[in-house]
């Protein structure tokens, strides 16, 4: 089966690279479409053997995707953007899945690199090329909508995930979103649509969603409260609909109201990596109430379904260190540290854990490893932290 690339791209040329040669040896070919680069884009996307077609922008990400479509040429269509790589270790995996002759459409796990919630979305982004497959609204576009259709009449075809994580995606760091205006670019997309269709629970989510995190939470909890309305709704759109007014109410300090709501996320019957956001949130909130078991339960729960969860690891510790248990600690925040070694803040906390039970040469390591990490990233929280030690005369 012959497999196509295709992106959409617009100024690129710091990331785009990186996501072609992951797939070199894995696509049969490569279509970009280009909706207004003015840098070398299309130049990086040519010498990596890619055909580039322009594409006016239109404020609609599923009209861009759908021209790309059209230039495919392969048997199977895998989207990736330019701040997403496929991970190496999923190549034989997909291989296999597009041999199968009832799969129309295969999910893949990506893992949000730097995502300040949950750590990993479930994405339609491998598909059959056939002319009644295409993308749909205009932000966070997506096939579902036609494949539905397609299944509905014709109910020989199945559609499947696969089980291990398939794309690394950046796009979530704070510096990649505000070098983009990646909010006020959703946020007029998605507002448009909804003017069309206001009882669309997926626009309801997405664009709900985007007003908390832009700080509008009174409007985002309006929409996200109405998206739980609609009469129809997939169970991964009530997790996102309940997940996020569980942050909206927490931001609101309306505890009660943001428990409720990530544990009805918790609840829904959605792939279970998806609820390690809201396990972790959960977590939070019942340690800051001072609910110690609870909240260790809530991050265990988390790690049962991922271990290599180095924020549950981290979140864990503090949650002991706070009951006493200063040897468990330290355990889940070396272990934090294992599966994420520039985790600034485990570092740190681990050195407070092992100054406490009297291991100053470890603490001092660990806290000097903290503060180069810092440097990086928070340098007012390295001149904090450096401080206190000279003051209790420790460096």
């Not at 355990?331 to 291991?359: M, S, T, W």
Request: with cysteine; proline share 4%.
């Amino acid at each position: 089966m012959n497999l196509t690339l295709c992106t959409i791209v617009k100024n690129e040329e710091a990331t785009l690279s990186r996501t072609l040669d992951s797939v070199k040896g894995v696509v049969d070919e490569i279509v970009v479409v280009d909706t207004g680069s003015g840098d070398r884009t299309r130049e990086i996307a040519r010498e990596s053997g890619a055909r580039v077609y322009d594409f006016e922008w239109c404020d609609d990400f599923a009209a861009a995707r759908n021209e790309c479509l059209k230039h495919a040429r392969g048997d199977w269509i895998l989207v990736l953007d330019a701040d997403e790589v496929l991970v190496p270790q999923i190549v034989p995996q997909i291989k296999q899945a597009i041999e199968s002759d009832r799969l129309l459409l295969i999910n893949l796990i990506r893992q949000e690199i730097g995502a300040s919630q949950s750590p990993y979305s479930l994405v339609s982004r491998l598909f059959r090329n056939r002319p009644d497959i295409r993308f749909s609204r205009p932000y966070h576009a997506m096939v579902d909508d036609s494949v539905a259709e397609i299944v509905t009449r014709e109910p020989n075809w199945k559609i499947a995930s696969l089980p291990d994580v398939a794309i690394w995606h950046s796009g979530y760091q704070k510096d990649a979103i505000a070098a983009k205006s990646k909010f006020q670019k959703a946020q007029a997309a998605m507002e448009r649509y909804i003017a069309y269709y206001p009882n669309d629970a997926y626009a309801c989510s997405k664009l709900g969603a985007l007003y908390v995190e832009s700080g509008q939470i009174g409007r985002g909890i309006n929409l996200l409260t109405k998206g739980l309305t609609a009469e129809t709704i997939d169970d991964s759109i009530v997790y996102e609909l309940n997940y996020h007014l569980g942050i909206a109410y927490r931001q609101q300090q309306q505890f009660a109201k943001a428990k409720e709501h990530y544990q009805a996320a918790i609840n829904t019957n959605v792939f279970p990596p998806l609820k390690l956001g809201a396990y972790n949130n959960l977590g939070n909130l019942l340690k800051e109430e001072g609910d110690l078991k609870a909240a260790e339960k809530a991050y265990k729960a988390a790690l049962k379904i991922d271990p290599n969860f180095a924020a549950g690891h981290y979140n864990l510790g503090l949650t002991l260190k706070a009951a006493g248990n200063l040897a468990d600690a330290i355990a889940y925040y070396r272990q934090a540290i294992k599966i994420d070694p520039e985790h600034a803040e485990a570092h740190q906390n681990l050195a407070v854990a092992l100054l406490k039970i009297g291991k100053m040469p470890e603490s001092l390591a660990e806290f000097k490893r903290a503060i180069a990490l810092h440097e990086q990233r928070r340098p007012f929280e390295a001149e904090r932290l450096r401080r206190g030690l000279q003051e209790m005369g420790l460096m």
